[in-house]
């Protein structure tokens, strides 16, 4: 189902840099390519073969706008599996935007985001599950994310979910056989076999929906929010995390009034982190809007810092905070431990677990806090190059292809028909079909692409 028109977009961020890049893909690219480079050779890109360079001019009409080199690559051996140009000109704004509608006023159609991957993907070039892997490895923030993402790339996820379907689609066939022709002489199937084929993909699935959260801690980063009453800390601590004066400081009560974000990296796990405006009660119209947020960031958060003053003696506001926080994902923090000891912590580790113990001034104590981050996230010796999943949509389907496993061990148990049984493997085969874009539906499809930037 190959779209037979050319589209055109530029790949290089809009910005100022040494090189912009036009990417052309279809039928036509070299084609349309002509019309308005010259290479300095003579020779016309619609002749040459696949991967050369040729370094030519731009022409907008009879005027030259730029010095440029163009890549050729010949369909099937290209990123999309078509005929693709690439321009590589000067990295202005204005510049690629004009070649670019120059490239699209002689034939090309502008791409949509995601399109060319997209391309990539309908013409069989990688699995959904490894256009995902680009989508992560363009958006990674850190070592750990961007090895990982590019282990997805490289097809880990699709191996191991090939892996699995292939074990499943083996018993699948010999069941369906067994069912549809019982007067062949098909092996009968070892009901121990069976059973041990559908719970080790069973595991398998498990274990990968288990280290979906640390995935998505090295990949996409999760949402943190520091909470606590005024004054004590949470503003320091936050620059001492983002490592730049991010919030305003000041030993004033009620000075961070809103919501501060800011995404940092530690020690490869990525937070969204938030610092929130002081809990406490306040007649102040704007402070109360900002405290009411600090709430909703304290409801939604994937992880919870909450900070306490270990040189004052626990208030009212800090115990008002220990009930907010019982259930949820909390590291407690008790901040100032350069000042006299005058908290009473028994009543917040008993709560909520054992606090790291730091001084945000100082820096005292950030390793600690680093590492029981990174604990509790799971991404400490979180393992790169294992299968991991790295979105909804893909933990989604494990969720299916899980369900439809455990109805079938349940079906296996209670000792039901073999085509009852089957019915619940074939659930979970599609599922993972799915994931990897083998079986999705146009419109799974169109949504992982839409979520593309235009030009990849
Ligand atoms: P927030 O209101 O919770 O955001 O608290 P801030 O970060 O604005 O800090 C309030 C006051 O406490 C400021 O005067 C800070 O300099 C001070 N402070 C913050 N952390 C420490 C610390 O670790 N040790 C000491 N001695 N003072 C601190």
Redesign the pocket.
Known sequence: MTDKTTIAAISTPMGTGGVGIIRISGENSMEITDKIFKAFSGKALADSEGYRAHYGRIFDGENAVDEAICLVFRAPHSYTGENVVEINCHGGIFLTKKILRLVLSNGASPAAPGEFTKRAFLNGKMDLSKAEGVMSLISAQGEQGANAAYNLLEGSLSRKIEEINSSLLSVAAHMAAWVDYPDDEIEEIDDTNLRNTVQTAFTEINTLLDRFDSGMAVTAGVDAAIV??????????MNLLTGYDR?????V?G??RDVVEETVNLNGCILRLS?TA?MRETGDIVEKIGVDRSRKKLERAAVIFA?FDL?RELSDEDNELIEMCKGKTVIPII?????DRKADISVIENNLGKCVA?????GDGYDELCDTVATLIGTKDFDTSAAMLVNERQRLCCENALQSLQEALDAIDFGLTLDAIGVCIDGAISALLELTGQKASEAVVDEVFRQFCVGK
């Open positions: 606590g009453k005024p004054n004590v800390g949470k503003s320091t601590l919030s305003i400081v000041t030993a009560e000075t961070t610092d002081g900070v040189s901040n100032k431990t350069d000042l730091i001084s945000a001034k100082d």
